[in-house]
């Protein structure tokens, strides 16, 4: 079972930068994939990046790439998620997830792929 707890949003000025982090319990985070989902009010819940078990692959959806950076540290069992040149329309609940990923898979945009999920953490940009 593993345990995930995001940290670090807040309010920032469009243009402003924040870094999330996800602290993860256990022994075995190093055996997951993760990923960043958003949700802002009244929308579904969406994908933003992901990043394989040892860090040599990540995806971003088109909408963050650029701007954001997904990044772990296996060895004090964290995930990061550095955001730059913020925008209004990144406001939003982020939550970090967990994926055990299978053969020929080493990252994943599907949120039914994911077993583990954080609470959340709230990033309000202002314009």
């Known amino acids: 079972q593993v345990q995930l707890v995001e940290s670090g949003g807040g309010l920032v000025q469009a243009g402003g930068s924040l870094r999330l982090s996800c602290a993860a319990s256990g022994r ?3 055996s997951y994939a993760m990923g960043w989902f958003r949700q802002a009010p009244g929308k579904e819940r969406e994908f933003v990046v992901a990043i394989s ?4 692959v990540t995806d971003y959806a088109d909408s963050v790439k650029g701007r954001f950076t997904i990044s772990r540290d296996n060895a004090k069992n ?3 998620l550095q955001m730059n040149s913020l925008k209004p329309e990144d406001t939003a609940v982020y939550y970090c997830a967990a994926f055990r990923a299978y053969i ?15 609470p959340g953490t709230q990033v309000t940009v202002s314009s």
């Open 28 to 30: 075995t985070f190093s």
């Open 53 to 56: 078990r040892s860090a040599g």
């Open 78 to 80: 964290t995930l990061y």
């Open 104 to 118: 020929g898979t080493t990252t994943s945009r599907v949120q039914d792929d994911y077993e583990y999920w954080g």
